[in-house]
Nanobody, 125 residues
Framework: QVQLVESGGGLVQAGGSLRLSCAAS????????MGWFRQAPGKEREFVAC????????SYADSVKGRFAISRDNAKNTVTLQMNSLKPEDTAVYYC??????????????????WGQGTQVTVSS
């Protein structure tokens, strides 16, 4: 079973940056595609970004394209989400997740098997 632990959330002013990290353990990291999702109060969980196991393919939600960047380090079993030009509407709990199809890009939550506990990101205006 894979365990995922997110870190790096916090409070930032609009226009600022944050870097989220997700540390994986308990499985073979390179066998999983990885993704980030977020959930704002009163809203459904939504896709943010994902990456395949060899970092040759990525996908982003339209709302974050050009501002966020996902990357992974298979040697360190980590996936990161660099978030720039943050907006108040980016405020949410951000979740790291893994799915068992390492080459495939997955953009829906039901494709993911394991989830982290989430980290809060708050962007003030």
């Amino acid at each position: 079973q894979v365990q995922l632990v997110e870190s790096g959330g916090g409070l930032v002013q609009a226009g600022g940056s944050l870097r989220l990290s997700c540390a994986a353990s308990g499985g073979t990291f390179s066998r999983y595609g990885m993704g980030w999702f977020r959930q704002a109060p009163g809203k459904e969980r939504e896709f943010v970004a994902c990456i395949n196991w060899i970092s040759t393919s990525t996908s982003y939600a339209d709302s974050v394209k050009g501002r966020f960047a996902i990357s992974r380090d298979n040697a360190k079993n980590t996936v990161t989400l660099q978030m720039n030009s943050l907006k108040p509407e980016d405020t949410a709990v951000y979740y790291c997740a893994s799915h068992p199809s390492p080459l495939r890009i997955a953009t829906t939550a039901n494709e993911y098997t394991y989830w982290g506990q989430g980290t809060q990101v708050t962007v003030s205006s």
